[in-house]
């Protein structure tokens, strides 16, 4: 009789992968719970603190979110583009923020926090697409609606006041990285 169970080697591989994914949004939760409570400590902290806290958190987010459009498995193909944009416009905002923090604060951490709220969108859109097509975890909702709220809020807050801004991002880093940390380790993995 022929055996039809696929060899255990590539089984390990894709096992390997899976794990890796959850250990980088783990990361990613983990520092954006980290960042979150930084600004929420000390909301009226100097712009350049800001900047560098939000460029950290943007290049730590574009390297997982690029390296999951290379490795997953489970994304097809605009979901490997959407993830690979993502990660490009968090390294790109990232590199650019702290390159120039020393001269526009406030400006470029406007415009970092303009790009998370995009990166945010598309990120919560990803959630829901996951929820509602493979039937994912309630956190996959949860997570897609709060992200999808938090990047419309930042990209409004030029309207609203700088400390504004920082507590708003203090709340929405702390929420999505508890929830991305929880998804990442603690909820049921799937085999």
Known sequence: MRNTNPPRVEIDVVESRRNAMRISWGIIGLASVIIGIILLVNPGVPGMIVTIALAIYAL?????????????????????????????????????????????????????????????LVDGGLSLYGYFSRS?????????????????????????????VVIYLGVALVILGLIRFYRAFVQPRDK
């Open 136 to 164: 994912d975890t309630v956190w996959s909702l949860v997570f897609g609606i709060i992200a999808i709220t938090a990047g419309v809020v930042l990209l409004i807050q030029p309207l609203w006041g700088y400390t504004f």
């Open 60 to 120: 730590v987010a574009g390297i997982v979110a690029v390296t999951m459009a290379f490795i997953s498995k489970q994304l097809q193909a605009w979901g490997r583009i959407s993830y690979g944009a993502i990660g490009i416009a968090c390294l790109v905002a990232g590199i650019v923020a702290l390159a120039n923090f020393g001269d526009f604060k406030e400006i470029v951490t406007w415009l970092l926090a303009i790009t998370l709220g995009l990166v945010w």
